[in-house]
């Protein structure tokens, strides 16, 4: 069975850091073009950023470039998003995905003092 | 990044079929096919059709996707009270180099 699991949210200050981890399992995760997307709390869903199956391109919405980094090990089969300068607009449940077949339960970023 | 384009809500009877689009652009859903995800009320995402209209393993055949130029659509067939949740569709956008989601479609269940 294809499986994502994200860890490492949490309750956090603006202008703090936070780092996730999505562990895969059931699929080839080194051939996946992985992602991270998002969902403020009533909202829809919001693409974040994306990783090429060997990480050497990385893609991200606008609102995160400088502040968040997308990576992968392999030979970990895992996903991170590392954040930093977080915003009270960064609050979301956040996903990770191969957006064209498998998605994660989600993991809670809030972000406030 | 701009979106692709959901009718905020359909309504249908119990039994009946509802149809959902989702327009996008050559460089997205004309190009690269959509996929689509349906959201219960508290719950994860869960993908009922990839890019490729195929439905994952698990998902019921009341569920079906099709592609037309740049609209994507998500037949579902004599819809249940369980099928009361968002719909979403997303692409690939070759332009933007960004997956792109579309606002969500509530379907309500009469």
């Known amino acids: 069975e294809m499986q994502l699991v994200e860890s490492g949210g949490g309750l956090v200050q603006p202008g703090g850091s936070l780092r996730l981890s999505c562990a895969a399992s059931?699929?080839?995760?080194?051939?996946?073009?992985m992602c991270w997307v998002r969902q403020a709390p009533g909202k829809g869903l919001e693409w974040v950023a994306s990783?090429?199956?060997?990480?050497?391109?990385?893609y991200y919405v606008d609102s995160v470039k400088g502040r968040f980094t997308i990576s992968r090990d392999n030979a970990k089969t895992s996903l991170y998003l590392q954040m930093s300068s977080l915003r009270a607009e960064d609050t979301a449940v956040y996903y990770c995905?191969?957006?064209?077949?498998?998605w994660g339960q989600g993991t809670l970023v809030t972000v406030s003092s | 990044q701009a979106g692709l384009t959901q009718p905020p809500s359909v309504s249908k009877d119990l039994r009946q079929t509802a149809t959902l689009t989702c327009t996008g652009n050559?460089?997205?859903?004309?190009?690269?096919?959509a996929t689509w995800l349906q959201q219960r009320q508290g719950h994860p995402p869960k993908l009922l059709s990839h890019?490729?209209?195929n439905r994952p393993s698990g998902i019921s055949d009341t569920f079906s996707a099709s592609t037309s130029g740049n609209t994507a659509s998500l037949t579902i067939t004599g819809v249940q009270p369980e099928d009361e949740a968002d719909y979403y569709c997303?692409?690939?956008?070759?332009?933007?180099?960004?997956?792109?989601f579309g606002g969500g479609t509530k379907l309500t269940v009469l």
């Open positions: 995905a191969d957006a064209d077949m498998v």
């Open positions: 059931g699929f080839t995760f080194s051939n996946s073009w």
């Open positions: 990783i090429t199956p060997d990480g050497s391109e990385k």
């Open positions: 050559s460089n997205n859903v004309g190009n690269q096919g």
């Open positions: 890019r490729s209209n």
């Open positions: 997303s692409a690939w956008d070759t332009s933007l180099s960004a997956w792109v």
